[in-house]
């Protein structure tokens, strides 16, 4: 590749590495074009985007913005992928497609701001997408609240048919 041609692809990657915080690095050696396209296709879907660069270009963009330690997961032929807007997802789909095409590996990656290894991205697939652990938490907030006012509108009732109890006795006394 010419020199002109290599400072124009790292240029390219730059830009589109720091539109985003989430990377993983997979290997892909094996894989069949026609896969390839169905993973990419599926991806670009969900707002993902999968590359497969030369191992130095993609060192050196990654270098530039300050994300070294991505540096050490690209070791023969890689891809990576980036963006989409929750990391969870991200790591999702990227273990559902490798159980379907086995030749496709997890390298390691970089979620907010934290490098993490294969294991990690394994384990954040685990976890509920975003929204859900945002309605999860506002449930949990929630909860007690409710309890709370539950319990003083137990009271309340209570009081009124304390008082409509007293009312009506003192009705029956009166007459």
Do not use: C
Not at 111 to 120: K, L, P, T
Not at 131 to 142: A, D, E, F, K, W
């Amino acid at each position: 590749m010419a020199n002109e041609l290599k400072k124009l692809v790292v240029k390219e990657l730059i830009s589109n590495y720091r539109k985003t915080d989430n990377y993983v690095v997979v290997g892909y050696q094996g894989i069949k074009a026609l896969e390839f396209d169905q993973i990419r296709k599926d991806l670009r879907r969900k707002k993902i985007l999968f590359e497969i660069v030369k191992n130095s270009l993609a060192a050196i963009a990654f270098k530039e913005i300050g994300v070294t330690g991505l540096v050490s997961f690209l070791k023969g032929p890689s891809g990576i992928i980036s963006g989409g807007d929750d990391p969870v997802v991200m790591a999702k789909e990227i273990i559902e497609w490798s159980k379907k095409i086995l030749a496709l590996s997890l390298h390691g990656g970089f979620v907010d701001g934290v490098v993490v290894s294969a294991e990690d991205i394994k384990k954040l697939a685990k976890l509920p997408a975003m929204p859900v652990l945002r309605v999860q938490i506002i449930t949990g907030i929630n909860a007690p609240i409710a309890g709370v006012a539950g319990a003083f509108g137990a009271v309340l009732r209570n009081l009124v048919t304390v008082f409509q109890v007293y009312k009506e006795k003192k009705e029956k006394n009166s007459v």
